[in-house]
């Protein structure tokens, strides 16, 4: 079973997907790691995230593992890694290696902005995972504290509104939702609610007839 989650940052779509590849036993890949560690190791390295050639040369010579959380999950590397996700070839070099990680057994969670419409278009279940841009702020605002990184709400608001219009714009693989994928929209839930709602949708889907 594939599982294609998308939706724009902090929408809750991370940590649904690791608790639904749990609850289902499927492996899990957040897509959106793969864009912060390209974008980081050119940072790393002094250079600018807009130079293409250096954006392929990351995005072929990932190791993304390498990298910790703390390190990709600060605004700058997002900001970055939009920048670096907008590059028609770095899409291409992604697409193969999220497919090959999306292949074979038991099936997987992926997350990310174009899971259902790109990545995983035979998906088993698709869902777009939502909310407002101010409960998505205030939750990135409140990880961040959290991890003793200074940041200002408006900054982090500012944040995300860019990456939102980038992502959303981009020529190549915009961030939107598939034509049959759920919309989930977690502005008034919490993590559990918003999990027991996509189990029911999960389990929907996959007892009427999608048997792949
Ligand atoms: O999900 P996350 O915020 O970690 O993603 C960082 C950036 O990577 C996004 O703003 C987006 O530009 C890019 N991305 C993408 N396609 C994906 C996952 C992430 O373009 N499947």
Redesign the pocket.
Known sequence: MIIAIDGP?ASGKGTLARRLANHYGLKHLD???L??AAALTILNAGGDPADEGLAIEAAEQLEFNRFDDDDLRTPGV?DA??IV?AMPRVREIMLRRQRAFAGGPPGAVLD????GTIVCPDADVKLFVTASVDVRARRRYDEALERGQAVQFEEVLDDLKR?DE??TTRAV?PLRPAADAHLLDTSELDIETAFQAAVKLIDGETQTGCDR
């Open positions: 940052a897509t959106g790691s864009y912060r997002g890694a939009s996700a990310g902005r174009d899971i990456r980038r992502d693989a």
